[in-house]
């Protein structure tokens, strides 16, 4: 006969088992955390130059996520190392390959919010 002590603890180990097989088989998922960082030269960042009500702003960005611009109308940006979509003012979303640089002489978008995927 099997005592109460050896039972709890083979449960014990069957619960952890289950939860160990559990926690390495469920997909992880990316994290979300788009950061405003400090442009370094020779770094791949993404790096928007942009301006609003007279101001003027050169910006980089790094990691996966999305963000606000907050209406901000963007003159250049180069992508660096990052898939970039940005959605306008219209409603519209444009996506951006890394390793390109645009220029906006003209018509700059106005940008209400940027994603790196």
């Not at 442009?39 to 960042?45: A, D, I, S, T, V």
């Not at 980089?60 to 660096?80: E, L, M, P, Q, V």
């Amino acid at each position: 006969m099997i005592s109460k002590t050896t039972r709890a603890a083979r449960s014990m180990a069957v619960a952890f088992a289950a939860a160990a097989t559990f926690t390495m088989t469920m997909p992880t998922s990316n994290a979300f955390a788009i950061d405003h960082v400090a442009c370094r030269g020779g770094e791949n960042f993404l790096k928007i130059w942009s301006h609003s009500d007279g101001r003027e702003s050169v910006d980089c960005y790094a990691n996966r996520g999305k963000t606000s611009f907050g209406g901000w109308w963007i003159d250049k940006i180069s992508t660096g190392n990052n898939d970039l979509i940005y959605y306008d003012a219209n409603g519209d979303s444009v996506k951006i390959e890394r390793w390109h640089e645009i220029s906006f002489p003209n018509r700059p978008p106005k940008v209400n919010a940027i994603e790196i995927l």
